[in-house]
């Protein structure tokens, strides 16, 4: 979890430039999804792409290899939403 400032009105942990610590983390996890979602949405064109052109009903070691990577951003979205929380 993040740190929060306490029950007895402890003010929250600044940057040096007197931004709030919690939200900098927040805002900079929050574009990091973005770009994640963004690389996630490229590879699942791909994929659909190239799963269309291929009529052998086989899978290319390509397509494991960008779903693994589709899994991999998924998840690290996801656990970054539940430590934002």
């Known amino acids: 979890m993040l740190a929060t400032a306490s029950k007895h009105n402890e003010e929250p942990p600044r940057l040096p430039n007197g931004k709030s610590q919690t939200l900098a983390i927040v805002?900079?996890?929050h574009e990091r999804?973005?770009?994640n979602v963004a690389e996630i949405?490229?590879?699942?064109?791909?994929l659909?792409?190239?799963m269309e052109r291929n009529t052998?009903?086989?899978?290319?070691l390509e397509a494991i290899k960008k779903l693994d990577r589709i899994e991999e951003l998924?998840?690290?979205i996801k656990n970054r939403m539940r430590r934002v929380q």
């Open 48 to 50: 659909t792409e190239g």
């Open 27 to 29: 805002k900079n996890s």
């Open 74 to 76: 998924a998840r690290n």
């Open 41 to 46: 949405q490229r590879l699942a064109e791909e």
């Open 33 to 35: 999804s973005l770009k």
């Open 56 to 60: 052998a009903h086989v899978v290319s």
